[in-house]
């Protein structure tokens, strides 16, 4: 959509004459307002816009038309920086700055002033079924009332796969209102280069991961063969899990994760299985939390080989103390509060 600045102009102009217009008959600023709202919408101007051009036209100042000096008043400012806003999400301050002739200090306290705020686009999130939402709620209840009553965050073991592409594309911002969502944007093709890692972690750090050989999916062996390494890495890395409390195992319900080989080699293993609600990314701490920071790092990176990306990836690990972990663990139950709250809808934060 092509913003036209000299319509805004236009159609500015015309409310400061229906302005002057109630003005002569004798209405005040609220009341005018209030008039102009009826036709236009509620937006159409502000309060504090209609009590400005009262006070001109009190003053004997009658001319509504735009002063010849560089900059804007500041009522005139909002209402065309708002509608540039409006025409695309995406434009950019130093963008609105050009347009308006206005420094880029000047656009951001006016963007404050209306309550815009700068946020990453979202992916969308899967439309929740009734059955979808009514799992959800189960499982979050069942959950809580398990932590209150034998806590077992600290148990956890979290695992899950991500494909790392070669070339990763940088999420752009956009301007919404603090209470909306932000716009969402296409991912990088699935067809370019990439390579598949696997990685298990719980509050005090990575445990194991691999990245996948060229050429290799995840299936049930596959699968349990990684259970087989990451057992291994579990009785030296956490030893009183293994022998003491014993494993809490999380993981989401890909069919490698959920068919009967896997699921037979999990009551091998002896790992109590953590329930997960289909199609619940928000609910992963994978998902919402690791992969949510770790493709932050790599956006913008771009890689020659599989092991450019390993290289990435120990400096990522590396570079978080436990306290990154701890917190993506940790905030579980209140994720799982948020969904009972919510009769089960996506928590997004």
């Not at 209306?114 to 959800?136: A, M, Q, V, Y």
């Not at 067809?191 to 990245?211: A, N, P, R, T």
């Not at 989401?252 to 080699?265: E, F, W």
């Not at 990306?309 to 400096?315: C, G, I, R, S, T």
Request: net charge positive.
């Amino acid at each position: 959509m092509i913003f036209d600045l000299s319509k805004m102009e236009s159609k500015n102009q015309h409310l400061r004459h229906v302005l002057l217009f109630y003005f002569r008959k004798g209405k005040n600023a609220v009341q005018a307002r209030r008039k102009l709202c009826e036709v236009y919408g509620e937006d159409v101007l502000t309060e504090r816009q209609c009590q400005n051009w009262f006070k001109k036209f009190r003053s004997g100042n009658f001319d509504v038309e735009d002063s010849s000096r560089s900059g804007r008043p500041v009522e005139a400012d909002e209402d065309i920086i708002k509608a540039l806003i409006d025409s695309n999400r995406r434009i950019t301050t130093r963008e609105i700055a050009q347009t308006l002739h206005l420094s880029n200090s000047t656009v951001h306290d006016h963007l404050k002033r209306l309550g815009f705020t700068s946020k990453l686009d979202t992916w969308i999130p899967h439309n929740l079924t009734e059955r979808n939402l009514c799992c959800r709620l189960d499982i979050c209840d069942m959950l809580l009332k398990r932590q209150e009553n034998d806590p077992f965050l600290k148990r956890i073991v979290t695992g899950d796969e991500k494909w790392v592409v070669y070339n990763n594309v940088k999420r752009k911002r956009s301007w919404s209102k603090k209470d909306q969502p932000a716009q969402s944007t296409s991912k990088a093709d699935i067809h370019q280069k990439k390579v598949m890692l696997s990685v298990w972690w719980d509050f005090k750090g990575i445990v194991f991961y691999e990245l996948l050989p060229d050429k290799t999916t995840i299936n049930s062996d596959v699968y349990c063969h990684q259970l087989d390494k990451l057992n291994e890495s579990l009785k030296h890395k956490r030893p009183e899990l293994i022998n003491r409390k014993g494993v809490v195992f999380h993981q989401d319900n890909a069919r490698p994760h959920t068919s009967l080989v896997t699921r037979q080699k999990l009551l091998q293993l002896g790992w109590n299985i953590m329930p997960h609600p289909p199609y619940s990314p928000d609910l992963a701490p994978s998902d919402y939390h690791l992969f949510r920071s770790l493709q932050n790092y790599l956006d913008g990176n771009t890689f020659g080989s599989n092991e450019d990306v390993k290289n990435h990836l120990e400096k990522f690990f590396s570079s978080k103390e436990q306290i990154f972990y701890e917190r993506g663990i940790m905030s579980l139950p209140g994720r799982w509060k948020k969904v009972l709250d919510h009769n089960g809808q996506y928590v997004f934060q």
